[in-house]
């Protein structure tokens, strides 16, 4: 079974330039999060769908940040424009269902260095 | 959401056993306890879930008391290639999970 693809894997970019992170999940699955990770802190949820609507997205800081998942399957975030301190680690995951219980399955991130 | 604690890192040798305690003093009646591993440059790779007394699988064990206030994670007898940040997250269905810092371990020859 193939895991939940990413990509870019890395990149880098200057500040109030733009970016865009692709997720394509594991397939079936309904659920799809969109986590940040900044060195040396676990991951932060920034945004969660299940199928192509928005369950929760309250930590997702709207004025620079835009996610989307139009038929439900693959996903993409949008900073823009970036700050220095958007730089870390964007984790995609993704569950059968819905809830915490579903062991999430994250893929390999997204390395992110705005300059 | 409950807050979970847990200590900052651990060191250990090769071929011993180790326990990482969490402490969650505000789990809710319908809130599970999941552990997540963590290898450099890659996603949390899920471990272990439990609700109460012990659950094992074939990677590790979970010790949760009755008062479900803390939980332990039980590695036996690791080995380097368990050097990883170990993530303690209490919830329930219905809500994404909310990861700490983690505990980083150290497994050395």
């Known amino acids: 079974e193939a895991g939940v693809a990413q990509s870019p894997r890395y990149k880098i970019i200057e500040k109030r330039q733009s970016v865009a992170f692709w997720c394509n999940p594991i397939?079936?699955?309904?659920?799809l999060y969109w986590y940040q990770q900044i060195l040396g802190q676990g991951p932060k949820l920034l945004i969660q769908?299940?199928?192509?609507?928005?369950?929760?997205d309250s930590q997702l800081p709207k004025d620079r940040f835009s996610a989307e998942r139009l038929k439900g399957v693959d996903s993409t975030l949008k900073i823009q424009p970036a700050k220095l301190e958007d730089s870390a680690v964007y984790l995609c995951?993704?569950?059968?269902?819905?809830?915490?219980?579903?062991?999430?399955?994250f893929g390999p991130g997204t390395r992110l260095l705005v300059l | 959401l409950a807050k979970t604690t847990q200590p900052i890192s651990m060191d250990s040798y090769e071929g011993q056993e180790v326990n990482i305690t969490c402490s969650h003093n505000?789990?809710?009646?319908?809130?599970?306890i999941t552990w997540y591993q963590q290898f450099p440059s890659q996603g949390p790779r899920f471990i272990i879930q439990?609700?109460?007394t012990k659950v094992t699988n074939e990677v590790a064990s979970l010790f949760i008391p009755a008062d479900r206030k803390s939980s332990t994670l039980s590695l036996p007898r690791v080995s380097l290639s368990d050097t990883a940040v170990y993530y303690c997250?209490?919830?329930?269905?219905?809500?994404?999970?909310?990861f700490g810092k983690g505990t980083s371990l150290l497994v050395t020859p």
């Open positions: 439990g609700y109460k």
């Open positions: 505000n789990i809710a009646t319908n809130d599970y």
């Open positions: 995951a993704s569950t059968l269902t819905s809830g915490g219980l579903e062991t999430q399955y």
């Open positions: 397939s079936g699955h309904a659920t």
């Open positions: 769908f299940q199928n192509n609507g928005v369950v929760d």
């Open positions: 997250l209490v919830g329930n269905s219905g809500y994404a999970l909310n």
